[in-house]
């Protein structure tokens, strides 16, 4: 007798499940994608019931013929976990777009009173349906792109209520969209034009009055800082992380993006689950991540966008046994892209990432950076079926083929749903 379950993938010429314990891999275990050849996948409910090769899944598990699946030889692997984004902005920034092709920096433009504060203005000015229609089209391109979990910082708002509104929208989006989103409170990410003369006051309203509330009011479950020269000092970022930490949330930090001012350092002290960026990060400040275990979520497109012409130090990352995930740091600045793909042909083309480390890099140990990794990120039983089917040969090709979707389906709590 086989055993019914709700839907069946058949037919997997190359199936990627990542196998292992919910932990993030490092080092030479970046390399390990757990390659099943002629698979299937069998799902109940929202779960992953069975994952193997295709006769033994096929012998014991039958779905109704609507719900059975011919993935027609291509790849299995679990849909992306982008863990780093700033997905809910208003409007566009095309114009610095052109300012940058001219030769101007990203930080010429936000000291000229560009930059993240224009993103401010257009944000307080926008309604929140003006707001969602925007976001749920890039939420619509990262599904069609095999993004099922995101990863949604706040820091458009920079005042008490359109920061506690940043965050409600997403809690709804993620109710009303496919794609899970995983919220960050990013109150600090920039001074609004209302502080910019009394810093250490902005600092003190987010941990007097933001944090609380947002704890209260709002399903935050991380807090981030841009701590950064010209932004938040290691010293306030440290006074908004330990507040954080203490009214419950776990910690992340855009670190080291543009100057070393300690973040690195700050990651590992405070028990931060991830440091993003990293490019300028020290040797001192890499021993700091090594030591403190913490992720490196790294960000290429970023670099990239910003034209540094240099990017992060993966390969000493790896080397030194750090986890390393990948993200697409979406956001109208610096990184105007939803495409995980892109980021994976970046991680290998710029960064020197093998096809297996940056695939790694994008789903299990992203999702670690999120605190999911014992939920999703993998293929195996009583996992999140959250898949995608590919029209390619091989997973290399999501690095390789540049520049297009290779989705064929992207199946979410084991339902197709593009
Ligand atoms: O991660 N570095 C700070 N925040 C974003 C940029 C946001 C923006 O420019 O709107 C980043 O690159
Ligand atoms: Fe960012």
């Known amino acids: 007798m086989k055993q019914p379950v709700d839907a069946i993938i058949h037919n997997i010429g190359q199936l990627v499940t990542l196998e292992g ?34 006769q033994d899944i096929v012998a014991a598990f039958e779905a109704p013929a609507s719900e059975t699946f011919d993935a027609e030889r291509g790849v299995v692997l679990p849909g992306f976990v982008d863990p780093h984004t700033h997905v809910l902005f208003a409007g566009s920034r095309w114009h610095e777009f052109e300012l940058r092709c001219q030769g101007r920096s990203y930080q010429e433009i936000a000291a000229a009173g560009g930059g993240i504060r224009s993103s401010v203005r257009a944000f307080r000015a926008a309604t929140d349906e003006t707001l969602k229609i925007q976001t749920r089209r890039r939420l619509d391109r990262m599904l069609g792109l095999g993004t099922t979990t995101v990863e949604a910082k706040s820091g458009y708002g920079l005042d008490t209520e359109q920061e506690l509104r940043a965050l409600r929208l997403i809690e709804e989006l993620d109710k009303e969209h496919p794609v899970d989103l995983v919220p960050t409170f990013l109150g600090a990410h920039e001074f609004p034009d209302e502080y910019r003369s009394d810093r250490d006051g902005y600092v003190r309203l987010i941990t007097e009055e933001m944090l609380p509330r947002v704890v209260a009011e709002t399903k935050a479950r991380f807090c981030d800082v841009f701590c950064e020269e010209g932004v938040f000092t290691a010293e306030q970022s440290r006074a908004i992380l330990q507040t954080a930490h203490r009214l419950g949330l776990g910690l992340k930090l855009h670190a080291d993006e543009f100057a070393p001012v300690g973040g690195s350092e700050l990651a590992a002290e405070l028990g931060a689950i991830s440091a993003d960026h990293l490019l300028e990060a020290t040797e001192h400040g890499l021993l700091a991540l090594q030591r403190g275990g913490v992720t490196a979520v790294l960000l290429p497109v970023t670099s990239f966008s910003l034209g540094k012409g240099r990017y992060a130090a993966a390969r000493t990352m790896i080397q030194m046994e750090i986890p390393v995930a990948l993200a697409t740091d979406c956001n109208p600045g610096s990184s105007m892209t939803e495409s995980v793909p892109l980021v994976l042909s970046m991680a290998c083309l710029e960064l020197g990432l093998s096809p297996a480390e940056a695939l790694t890099a994008a789903t299990v140990n992203a999702a670690h950076a999120i605190g999911l990794a014992g939920d999703r990120g993998r293929v195996a039983p009583g996992l999140r079926a959250d898949l995608q089917v590919l029209d390619a040969p091989s997973y290399v090709s999501l690095a390789y083929h540049l520049g297009v979707s290779h989705v064929r389906w992207v199946f ?3 339902r197709p749903v593009h």
């Open 412 to 414: 979410k709590n084991g």
């Open 21 to 54: 314990p919910p932990i993030p891999r490092r080092g030479v275990a970046m390399q390990a994608l757990g390659i099943i050849e002629d698979a299937a996948v069998a799902m109940r409910g929202e779960r992953i019931a069975a994952a193997g090769p295709e």
